[in-house]
């Protein structure tokens, strides 16, 4: 006898990263959407949720004067899934976001995988901005990927070079269609870094708590991500993110 596929488990957001001195009143959150695998009903790695920490302790640092609270999500199953695909799990988060804080702004942040969820899952009304990290993105043209959506959020994609697991060519010409839906797109490429962005990881996340804080909080960004959001294709896509980002003065 057969025996029956067991139910997958509910989304469920991770507890709130905070560090010492935060706000206690939360005015923007960042959802964290981590990597996964092209098709799999498995249950998500517990090691794709602590990959996110690091970053998620950085952003909350970064934000902790603004009212900034990070969560990780944690998906239904690993894989990008009809019926169970993180796009689903991401808005899920973002209405779990506003019953939980009311009217912020929210701002999706997605590697691999979750880069491509965090890029569909925008639409949603809470979200504001949009950072894709290395965004997987299938070579599918005759069923491009959304842009329409965009409109009236900022975007941030971040790819670098030698990823040999998610195309940078595939988030250029992505870049590029959202880009000409809407104006607020850049994207930045780390020249010799892979997929999982170790090389720079330093200066991509000072990139990151730059971007989420400018399209949160309205801070001014530093002048690189200025540049990029006002410069014409294909240089405000092809952005160079440089050694040292995140050390000097902000402008």
Known sequence: MAQRALPLPAARLGRAVHTAGATPEV???????????????????????????????????AGREDGLAVHVVRYRSRGWNAGADPVADAQWAADEVVRRYGDVPVCLVGHGM????????AGHTAVN????MAPWLPDEPDEPEPVKHLAGRRVLMVHGTNDARSSPE???RLAERAKKA??????????????????HRSEVMALA??????SLFARSYARPVADAFA???????????????????RH
């Open 27 to 61: 005015s923007g959150v960042v959802l964290l959407l981590p990597d996964g695998e092209t098709d799999s009903r498995r249950r998500p790695s517990p090691l794709s949720y602590a990959a996110q920490l690091p970053l998620a302790r950085t952003l909350a640092g």
């Open 114 to 121: 979750g880069g491509r969820a965090a890029l569909r899952g």
């Open 129 to 132: 901005s949009v950072l894709a």
């Open 170 to 172: 595939l988030s250029y």
């Open 182 to 199: 809407n104006r607020d797109t850049c994207r930045f490429e780390v020249h010799s870094d892979g997929h999982a962005l170790r090389q």
């Open 209 to 214: 708590a730059d971007f989420i804080r400018g």
């Open 231 to 249: 410069a014409p294709p294909p240089l405000g896509l092809r952005m160079p993110l440089a050694a040292g980002f995140g050390r000097s003065l």
